[in-house]
């Protein structure tokens, strides 16, 4: 006989639905919580900027509370609660680690922290200008790096550290610094930037330069302060190996430098366009009008291009030269004084027409 089928039960239909809102329950909870995880860990977090990159800078010695107050006041991050849950989860406000980091726009929070924690800050690439006083030095290393302007000077004034460490001192320390370009951690202190500066220094001075330096018997400090006389003279390469033949033959041959550069180090001013006799009386051992031989430290930080244009010098029997009249900025030279004064008096007609005195 046929099966008579019973309708089902409500009580069956009940739990059927009470299982699928369980399973819709447990889907949007899932749901959730993915998204939570996912803007939590993985989100983009970075502030996009149209003005480039951006940085977070965390001075040494800072606490976790003024990485956070660094980034709300920059507005670094799009969600900075997110961060601030995340790197205690991490443990991260134990090791705060100084430095400069770049923050990519589409860096998350887990991208972040990692980052943070292990360090990985980014280096700092600039060029050293060359100098004539070290205060200018340290205002350009403090503009670009954490070191304080006020520590490094102090070093640079300290002659027990400078020979100790350098065996130079206060006179000859600009020898040490070689403009151009550095690449460096932004967290470098004062001490660690002259340590730098040092190995690079060290860099230069290869085996070959120091052979030269001695076959011209200059010493590699001596080397430089005729650099920095080279050029101070001169900004056409061209010149300068032929300005270093001019006075390597007056070093040579006993006659005193003459260099006006040095006279305007002496009299303290770089502006002075013409040279009077009265300047030429300045009691100073950087007067090579008075003083025979190289004056005691440099008159500015000596580039490569000078160091070896003094170390490669132009050899030839030239005694004087005069800057053109033209303007070109090249030099006439001469082999006598009497030709000397034949191109000086043409550029001191010049300096008449346009009325320079001083």
């Known amino acids: 006989m046929p099966q008579v089928l019973r309708p089902k039960s409500s009580s069956a239909r009940l739990r059927r639905r009470v299982i699928k809102a369980l399973l819709l329950v447990v889907l949007l909870v899932g749901a959730i919580a993915l998204y939570g995880a996912w ?3 993985w989100k983009p977090n970075v502030t996009p900027s149209p003005f480039g990159p951006a940085y977070l800078y965390i001075r040494t010695g800072a606490s976790f509370d003024d990485v956070m107050q660094s980034i709300e006041r920059q507005d670094l991050l ?5 961060f601030f849950w995340l790197a205690q989860q991490r443990d991260y406000p134990q090791h705060v680690r100084p430095g400069r980091y770049l923050l990519n726009f589409e860096e998350s929070n887990s991208d ?17 200008d060359a100098f004539k006083y070290k205060p200018q030095l340290a205002r350009q290393i403090a503009r670009q790096l954490e070191a304080d302007s006020g520590s490094l000077r102090q070093l640079l004034q300290d002659n027990t550290f400078l020979q100790q460490r350098y065996h130079l ?9 070689l403009p151009g370009a550095y690449k460096l951690v932004w967290n470098t202190s004062a001490r660690q930037f002259l340590d730098s500066a040092a ?11 120091r052979q030269r330096a001695d076959s011209l018997g200059l010493s590699p400090t001596q080397v430089h302060v005729l650099a920095s006389i080279v050029q101070r003279e001169t900004a056409k390469p061209e010149d300068k190996p032929l300005i270093a033949g001019v006075y390597l033959n007056r070093l040579r ?4 430098l003459q260099a006006d550069p040095t006279l305007l180090w002496a009299i303290g001013n770089f502006g002075v366009k013409r040279v009077l006799n009265k300047d030429k009386l ?7 009008y008075k003083n025979k031989g190289l004056p005691p430290g440099p008159i500015t930080s000596a580039n490569r291009q000078s160091l070896d244009a003094v170390l490669k010098p132009t050899a030839h029997k030239y005694f004087f030269f005069c800057a053109r009249p033209d303007h070109s900025g090249f030099s006439d030279f001469a082999e006598t004084f009497a030709i000397h004064k034949q191109n000086a008096r043409k550029y001191q007609h010049m300096l008449d027409s346009l009325k320079i005195k001083r």
């Open 169 to 177: 001192d206060t006179t000859t320390i600009l020898t040490l610094f």
């Open 253 to 256: 041959t006993g006659m005193r």
């Open 78 to 82: 799009l969600e900075p609660e997110t």
């Open 199 to 209: 190995a690079m220094h060290r860099r230069f001075w290869t085996p070959l330069r």
């Open 112 to 128: 972040l922290v990692s980052k943070l924690l292990a360090g990985q800050q980014d280096t700092v690439d600039f060029t050293l």
């Open 39 to 41: 803007r939590v860990l």
């Open 282 to 288: 300045v009691d100073s051992p950087y007067n090579t």
